[in-house]
């Protein structure tokens, strides 16, 4: 992993690649035209050596990233797999991942969970399995990290800021942001940072993953599977998934917005050492920015 300035994302959104946006006219509630900018999602296909897994809707920033942590996080590339190759094709919209070991997994796709994630968001059934027994870090989570996390993500220029229909997500150690992805699916978003840690053997334990998005199930489940102890959002929770957060003893935090955050598991990793007399409540215009882009 490339050293980098306390202040510096190793790897950032750009929100003006003219690939990832297009500007279209339209009308506003008062029927006045406009020009608008709209997020651009692409269909990119996925396979694992010979066989076709998926076709997932994405902005294809990141199709190398994005096609290794899917298959991690679907449980058909091994932590121990050795990636060969990846080829991707950006007019047939194609990724192929070329491993060592010879894979086969025409019985694992007819076994599937649909799953609440937007965009692409199947998980297959057996996943769910992969969290008995489960044993995450137990790190210090710093409620003075959180605060200079969500400050510099929000902060940070985004597609998500300038398109919206699009989420976000961060893995951060610390209070620095390290890498911060974004696509059209949360899930999306999760694969590729999980892409990125196996191309770059990044360790998981002492990480924290924050993401735009609800605090699923499926988010639970692989935050738990790349082995990050500690997970955080601006937006809140399922049921479910703070249930499986608890068995797994993830930090789970949510509605992280300015001075308020609620934790709902893993509860004693949390130090509280920040002066919330220090602290800015979040801005009026990434509020109703971002209210209008949660999900």
Sequence with gaps: MTAKKDDDY?????????????RVRGIDQTGAEIETVVTVERALTIFLNSQEIVTAMTIADHPDYLAIGYLLNQGMLQPDDIVTEVDYDEELSVVVVRTERQTDYEEKLKKKVQTS??????????????????????????????YALTNKINTTPSLYLEAGAIHGCVLAHEDRPLVYMEDVGRHNAVDKIAGWMFREKVPAGDKIFYTTGR?????????????????????????????????????????????????????DRIVFDQDLSYVEEESSKHRRKAAMHDD
Excluded: H
């Design 215 to 267: 605090l699923t199930s499926e988010m639970v489940i692989k935050t738990v599977r790349m082995g990050i102890p500690i997970l955080v959002s601006r937006s809140g929770f399922t049921a479910w998934g703070v249930d499986l957060a608890r068995k797994a003893n993830l930090t789970l935090i949510g509605r992280a917005r300015g001075k308020r955050f609620t934790a709902l598991a893993g509860l």
């Design 117 to 146: 994630g937007c965009a692409q968001g199947t998980v297959f059934g057996d996943l769910m399995e992969a969290l008995e027994g489960v044993t995450l870090p137990q790190t210090q989570f710093r409620t003075s990290w959180l």
């Design 10 to 22: 190793l790897i950032k959104p750009d929100p003006y690649d003219p690939r990832l946006t297009e």
